[in-house]
């Protein structure tokens, strides 16, 4: 248990911790702009969230600049992104600042991205990462934290941020996992002959 892996792990406990603030109906007060208003609740999650977002970068430099890179943290570190992921999105759609539609494309994205990278891994291959796939991270993130915030400042003025840069996520999510299977078809293609 190294210092990259407890930063994984500490990014999967923050997972509860964001869903809680964002779920758990208790009063801090909050904040009235324009026709929108914020909790502060809704501040402490998305807040937590980034933390928890920057983290995954974090430990993935550790790890290869210490020489720390674990067979646990090659199953921990994609675990730990997709489960932030998933229940950020889940939680926005309990709130009802999205639609149920674009969390299934997302994270059914994320499923089988993995399960490409399992059949891959199967046969001695490792898709690394595509820059389609870092920005479709970032993205990801930008629009789950602009929904968490409740489009904060944007809705003062009436700019729709939050609905545009989801739809960009959505967008770019489903082109970078197309471009993961088209690159990468040979994989599949000579796994069923195995």
Not at 30 to 56: M, N
């Amino acid at each position: 248990m190294n210092l990259a892996n407890k930063i994984t792990l500490a990014r999967i406990f923050l997972v509860p911790v964001v869903m809680f603030f964002l779920l758990v109906r208790f009063n801090l007060g909050q904040f009235q702009f324009g026709q929108g208003v914020i909790t502060v609740s809704e501040i402490i999650a998305a807040l937590i969230f980034i933390l928890a977002a920057v983290t995954d970068g974090l430990d993935g430099y550790i790890a290869r600049k210490r020489k720390l890179v674990t067979n646990l943290g090659k199953l921990l570190d994609p675990l730990a992104d997709k489960l932030l992921i998933s229940a950020a999105l889940i939680s926005l759609v309990e709130m009802q600042r999205l639609d149920a539609w674009v969390a299934i494309v997302i994270i059914s994205r994320e499923f089988a991205v993995t399960g490409l990278r399992m059949i891959a891994a199967a046969e001695g291959k490792v898709i690394a990462a595509s820059p389609w796939g870092k920005l479709k991270t970032i993205v990801q993130i930008v629009a789950i934290v602009a929904l968490m915030i409740n489009n904060f400042p944007f809705s003062s003025f009436a700019f729709p941020f939050a609905g545009i840069i989801t739809w960009a996520a959505v967008i770019i999510t489903v082109w970078s996992g197309a471009d993961y299977f088209i690159k990468n078809w040979k994989v599949i293609r000579f796994s069923k002959h195995r």
